[in-house]
């Protein structure tokens, strides 16, 4: 397809062109604004309001359409976006100069004057370790040689962090009397940030690109990348898009990468497919130092979102998340991967997310949404408790399935939190765990989730089970619904920590009713680990094996236990115990407690 328009000029040098996807307007060779509007440019008339003299008008050549219109679909090239646009070079300190050293004519094709640009962390002095200062500076921006001169200023604006200069440390003002030192990983230390800016010129041998931000610290075979996210934000919060040609629409990304260097959003977008040309093909990711990027689908119904890899930065070094200069990240300035929130209906599969603070792909008050084969990759695993990986919260219906967890160190895995009938199916978690907070009518099957010897991370607490089933936050009347947990397997290699910590298979509190385990089965180091401990009433487990030799394997304080192995088993006066063998065939040591 292709789109046609025209170009007035009107008392020169003013001219106003409409063509392709892009309306301007011009005064003589400046563009003064660009917008890019959803409309089909046929060749005719062109028309203006109010007294117009010596207008002319030009009918230009029509330009290509990458997406297909009829069909509703938009390709990210037809608003500017293109894959792997970049150049790598120079800048010093306190210059808008970015010195090019090699830049490819792909890229000279498409980076216009205007355009937003990031120049990731990694590339000063300091490589884009925390500690150290970023190109574009640091967080906090606030410093002090020591923490005597910290100290001795008390005039700053109430919550301001501040950090010390010798050796990096972050405070934060308490408004009266006392600079007090943070203690989570992610903000103990000051960290380097990448620059943001705009194109301001370039020059006409590609030899220097002009910006309107300058580096707060000198950077060397440093990368410059379009900011993908600055021309696709605009164009789906554009309003009335839909219905104006279809009640649906793809928004496609091509082979490739893309730099995003805020969270994308999709606000009131019904029936919309965000997709790449595959897991392994494109690729959205946040360079180091810039705001770790979130596909956010808010009060959008039946949101598909598909083929490609989204790739953060919440790694050991080069994170960094939606802070302010007197506000520490909590709750979402820690950023998600794909979050639904009050989006019913949608989907997220066939991708991979790599190294975000939480929710991989998860939902807020959302219900019927569904995962499928999604990958949620952590190379360095978390440094503080964030949330969940695959979290389903307030909702109904949904779930994960055949998706993975592959983190190095252990992180808080698959979570229905304030759900009914959330499922996890075929899904795998190495080194990650999983919990059912306040929910009922819940369903684990065919869930694996192993834990590699010496995987303990600062993040995570000993104290955690593999599955914790609780009501933390409210005894709701649907925990009485129970669950299902159907050939879930829990597998330990060894310790966790050099403390010889092991991790207990399955928790409940009293309140829960009804939960029923089918198959499955734990293993562990001898001596340590529970596999299974079920409070509250009328539950069943049929066919586990806990194959440890442990103090105490598994506890259930009302119902049956069938067709089991276990070691040592502890259960209420009124549990019926049938065919409950040891690893060996022998008899195990039945508990009972009044």
């Not at 236990?561 to 060996?584: F, H, K, L, W």
Request: net charge negative; aromatic share 10%.
């Amino acid at each position: 397809m292709k789109r046609v328009g025209v170009q007035m000029v009107v008392n020169w040098p003013i001219t106003f062109t409409a063509r392709g996807t892009q309306l301007s307007v011009s005064l003589g060779d400046v563009e003064l604004a660009a917008i890019h509007e959803v409309m089909h440019m046929q060749p005719g008339q062109a028309a203006g309001r109010g007294e117009i003299r010596e207008a002319e008008v030009e009918h230009l050549p029509a330009m290509p359409l990458y997406g297909d219109l009829a069909d509703g679909v938009f390709d990210v090239r037809d608003i500017g976006v293109f894959s792997d646009v970049y150049a790598t070079g120079a800048i010093d300190e306190g210059s808008t100069r970015f010195e090019v050293e090699q830049v490819s004519e792909r890229t000279k094709a498409y980076l216009k004057v205007g355009d937003k640009i990031i120049i990731g962390a990694g590339s000063e002095a300091g490589q884009g370790q925390r500690g150290t200062a970023g190109v574009g500076g640091t967080w906090p921006r606030k410093a002090y040689p020591d923490k005597a001169a910290m100290d001795a200023d008390t005039e700053q604006e109430n919550n301001l962090f501040a950090f010390t200069e010798d050796d990096g440390q972050v405070y934060q003002w308490n408004g009266s009397d006392e600079w007090r030192r943070q203690g989570r990983y992610y903000t103990e230390i000051v960290v380097p940030r990448g620059l943001q800016g705009r194109v301001v010129a370039i020059a006409p041998d590609w030899s220097w690109i002009e910006l309107d931000e300058p580096a707060q610290a000198a950077a060397t075979d440093a990368r410059l990348v379009q900011d993908a996210q600055d021309k696709i934000q605009p164009f789906t919060k554009m309003n009335g898009l839909r219905g104006q040609f279809m009640d649906a629409y793809t928004l496609v990304f091509q082979e490739g990468s893309y730099a995003m260097g805020w969270q994308l959003e999709l606000n009131g977008t019904d029936d919309w497919h965000v997709r790449g040309a595959g897991r392994e093909k494109t690729r959205i990711y946040s360079p180091d130092g810039i705001r770790s990027m979130t596909l956010y689908i808010n009060g959008s119904q039946n949101v598909e979102v598909s083929d490609f890899w989204m790739q953060g930065n919440a790694r050991a070094h080069g994170y960094a998340c939606a802070w302010s200069e007197t506000r520490q990240p909590r709750g979402h300035s820690y950023p998600n991967g794909v979050l639904y929130r009050q989006s019913h209906g949608g989907r997220a599969h066939d991708l991979i997310v790599s190294d975000v603070f939480q929710k991989a792909v998860g939902t807020e008050r959302s219900n019927d949404v569904w995962a499928d084969r999604v990958d949620c990759i952590m190379a360095d695993g978390l440094f503080s408790y964030v949330q969940w990986m695959f979290q389903w919260a307030d909702a109904k219906g949904g779930g994960a399935r055949d998706c993975r967890i592959l983190s190095r160190t252990m992180v808080a895995g698959f979570e229905c939190f304030k759900g009914q009938n959330v499922s996890f199916i075929d899904c795998y978690g190495l080194n990650a765990s999983s919990a059912v907070n306040t929910g009922g009518g819940f369903v684990f099957k065919n869930v694996t989730l192993e834990i590699e010897e010496n995987s303990g991370s600062r993040g995570f607490s000993f104290r955690n089970p593999l599955l914790n089933i609780n009501v933390n936050v409210g005894d709701l009347p649907y925990v009485k619904d129970g669950g299902l947990l159907e050939n879930v397997h829990f597998i330990q290699h060894g310790p966790i920590d050099e403390e010889g910590n092991v991790l207990c298979g399955v928790t409940t509190t009293p309140s829960f009713e009804n939960i029923r385990v089918i198959g499955g089965g734990f293993s562990a180091p001898d001596g340590g680990g529970k596999a299974l401990e079920l409070k509250g009433r009328n539950h069943l487990i049929d066919g586990f094996e806990a194959t440890n030799r442990s103090v105490l394997n598994i506890s259930i304080s009302d119902g049956t236990i069938r067709n089991t192995v276990a070691s040592v088993i502890q259960v209420g006066p009124d549990v019926i115990v049938e065919n409950v063998r040891t690893p060996d065939g022998g008899e195990p040591e039945v508990r009972r407690r009044d």
